[in-house]
Each structure stands twice: as structure tokens, then as C-alpha cells.
């Protein structure tokens, strides 16, 4: 009996040290489908996010302006000089663009015609395009221009030109332009901001 007693102690002793049974998740047909519902959405939300990653063109996170020569008079003549552009705008995926204001078009440095820009914004991820008529009341070009641009056309290279746009704020686009626009895209415009005018488009005297 004695013997009985102490294994009945030792096997107290050893059920103090078992760990707890199990038990069972008691959570109601609510709680699963709770649990299965947000599951579902945050695959959703993943895979959402790595498509809108895979297809996003990070190329235009940055906004990209060019302008294109689409016509020009009285370089080789005696009519005033003109010129017809296009200023385009691709906003990028950040902000909108704004342009406005004064142009002016040079070649090799020298001013060759003036004219305004309309006022135009482009919204995020958006294009826009503004018609730019240039003029002057000068006539063909001086005689070591004339001789410079003939050298170009007789190489059978392009003509480019500079189109400089101070828009609104301030802001100073400089562009490069083929003087014959079908000369395939046009470089992207330089943009930054200017503390004054006067080395902009305003104080520039045409030739």
C-alpha cells in the first residue's frame, strides 16, 4: 500500500509538469468568413500593386516638351521672317504643365523672329500642344548666317534652330529645332527658372 501511495504521488507530481491540452479555435461562422474576406483582399490589393508597377512607364515621371519647326519664310528672300511652331507638352505622371508667355527664335545665338505663346495648362498624365507664331520685320539673314545655313543644307545635315520660351514664373524652356520638321522627333526642351527676365526672351533684340 505503501509502494501504491508513492506511485500515486510521482504521478501527481508528473501531471503538473504536462503541458495543457489543446483547444479547438471556438470562433463563430462570422470570424471565419471575416477572416477569409480580408485574406481575399489583400491579395487583391497585392496584386493590384505589383501590375500597376509592372505596366507603370516610369520614363514619363518627369514631363518631356519639344518644339517643331512647321514652317519658315523670308530666310533666302525679301519678305519678313516668320516662323510657324509647335510648342507640345506630355505632363509626365506628376504634375501638370503650364506654358505661356514670350518666344523668340535663334539661330547659331542671334535672334531671328519673336512672338507669344498662348496660355495653356496640361493635366497629369495628359497631352497638349500650342501653335506659336514667330515674326520679325527683318528680312533674309546676314550674309555670314545666310552662308553658314547654306553650308549645312549643302552637307545634307540638318538645320537647327533655338526656341527659347519664357513661360509663366519665370520658367525658361530652351529647345532645339530642325528647321525642316520632318527631320524625325525633336530633342526635348531645357527647363529652368530664371530670377529675372533678362536673360530670358524679353530682352533679346532681334535681328
Known amino acids: 500500500e505503501t509502494t501504491t501511495m508513492e506511485e500515486k504521488l510521482l504521478a501527481d507530481e508528473s501531471d503538473k509538469h504536462l503541458p495543457p491540452p489543446c483547444r479547438l479555435y471556438e470562433g463563430t461562422l462570422a470570424d471565419f468568413v471575416f477572416a477569409i474576406v480580408t485574406a481575399a483582399l489583400f491579395i487583391d490589393v497585392t496584386v493590384l500593386t505589383l501590375y500597376d508597377l509592372k505596366t507603370t512607364d516610369f520614363s514619363r515621371l518627369l514631363p518631356e516638351l519639344s518644339a517643331v519647326v512647321d514652317g519658315a519664310a523670308g530666310l533666302d528672300s525679301r519678305v519678313p521672317r516668320a516662323f510657324n511652331l509647335t510648342l507640345s507638352i506630355d505632363s509626365g505622371i506628376r504634375d501638370e504643365q503650364c506654358v505661356g508667355g514670350e518666344a523668340v ?8 523672329a519673336t512672338g507669344a505663346v498662348q496660355e495653356l495648362c496640361v ?47 519665370h520658367r525658361l524652356l530652351t529647345c532645339t529645332a530642325s528647321l525642316h520638321g520632318g527631320a524625325g522627333p525633336q530633342p ?9 527676365e533678362s536673360d530670358g526672351v524679353e530682352k533679346a533684340s532681334v535681328y
Open 123 to 169: 493635366p497629369v498624365n495628359s497631352t497638349g500642344q500650342v501653335a506659336i507664331f514667330a515674326a520679325s520685320g527683318g528680312v533674309g539673314l546676314p550674309t555670314e548666317l545666310a552662308e553658314q545655313m547654306a553650308d549645312e543644307k549643302r552637307d545634307g545635315g540638318a538645320v537647327w534652330l533655338e526656341v527659347r520660351v519664357i513661360s509663366v514664373k
Open 188 to 196: 526635348p526642351c531645357d527647363s529652368r527658372l530664371l530670377r529675372d
Open 105 to 112: 527664335v535663334l539661330y547659331r545665338g542671334v535672334p531671328l
